[in-house]
């Protein structure tokens, strides 16, 4: 599918991969990208985005991605006559922990607290998920609205989410919650490519390595440098606009459906 003249949406465009994919859809032509964070910064991204493009095509809107309403508004803002026909949603949180941990003072076993547990799925599984699912609606109304009926190959793509996943997605000591999340976006991306296929709609799923951005940085110091670099064939920490790249590849090509994994040759972590 075309990026060119398309309404996009990109969740976690305040830094990091969400905000270099924003930047890309801009400059692969979008008519309009809704750049999406919790914090305020997102209204100076956009802004950035708007002076490099010399253009007011970023609309930022600041929320909760696992708020149903904020999402449905969201979306409901940036469609006019056409809808949202991209979606990224990138927002994502670590909170890291070993799954069972001893205290030595007690003896006695602690687990992951629950109540991260779940706050974990519902940014990094949930929100992905349903940001997707609101996107393959809109398609899907808009057909409805005129007779379009089942997608057929002589149409061009209407819609494109790719899911960001993670290298973690294979297992990572002391990210069950994480982890857990990413591998489940395995199952969703392929479902909701089946399912959004009736209406031409693909959704893909990229799993990036370790990657130069906010999250990466909540490593301890010298992790990376110390320990994990040398796993990586590459021998560097991957740039975030190169994720983009990929991205906005996977979009324009309707070959590729993944799960495409973009982690500089790092192999599976134990």
Known sequence: MIVQGKIALVTGAASGIGN???????EAGARKVGV??????VVAAAEQINRSADNDVAIPFQGDVTDSSFRQQVYSDLKDHDPVRICVPAAGILRDAMAVK?????????LYDEDRFRQVLEVNLMHPTYWTMQMIAGIAEHRAASDSGKW??????????????????????GQVSYSSAKSGLNAASKTLNVEGSFYGIQ???IHPGFVQTPMVDQLP????????????????????AEIANTVVAMIENPIISGPVWADGGLPPMT
């Open 36 to 41: 999406v964070d919790l914090t305020d910064s």
């Open 152 to 173: 057929s190959a002589a149409e061009d793509i209407q819609g494109c989410s790719v899911i960001i996943g993670s290298v973690s997605s294979r297992g990572n000591r």
């Open 20 to 26: 270099a994919v924003a930047e890309r859809l801009v």
């Open 221 to 240: 110091d010298g992790l990376f440098e110390d320990h994990l670099r040398k796993l990586v064939p590459i021998d560097r920490l991957i740039q975030p």
């Open 102 to 110: 001893l205290n030595k003072e007690n003896g006695k076993a602690e």
């Open 203 to 205: 959704t893909k799923i």
